[in-house]
């Protein structure tokens, strides 16, 4: 193959990384039956704290670290201590919704992690 395709496959293999990387973390649309089912907006907004906080500071702290969605899934379905100040994250049941299964657990936390 002439050294002109190859350089052209590999800049193709570059660019489709770089925008991979970047869809990691583009904004997902809100599954909205989810976040109202286990009234996640009774204490979060998307942008500022409220009584607990925002979904886009948990995404920036959240971000580069590696067993976060592992951890935030446990926590949304298993509820949690206070780690954003004086409340801790309640179980579903307390929260006014039904059992969140683990795959609806994924699909909010991946949400959030978006934002």
């Not at 920036?60 to 509820?79: F, W």
């Not at 579903?92 to 978006?114: C, F, K, N, Y």
Request: charged share 20%.
């Amino acid at each position: 193959m002439p050294a002109i395709h190859l350089r052209l496959i590999a800049a193709c293999l570059a660019v489709s990384g770089f925008a991979a990387v970047g869809a990691a973390h583009a904004q997902r649309v809100e599954p909205t039956e989810l976040v109202d089912q286990q009234h996640c907006m009774f204490c979060h907004t998307s942008d500022a704290p409220f009584l607990a906080p925002a979904f886009h500071q948990i995404a920036e702290r959240y971000r580069d670290n590696p067993d976060a969605i592992r951890m935030l899934e446990q926590k949304l379905r298993a509820g949690g201590r206070a780690h954003w100040g004086d409340m801790p994250m309640p179980v579903s049941a307390e929260r006014g919704g039904p059992p969140l299964s683990a795959q609806d657990a994924h699909t909010l936390i991946e949400w959030v992690m978006s934002q």
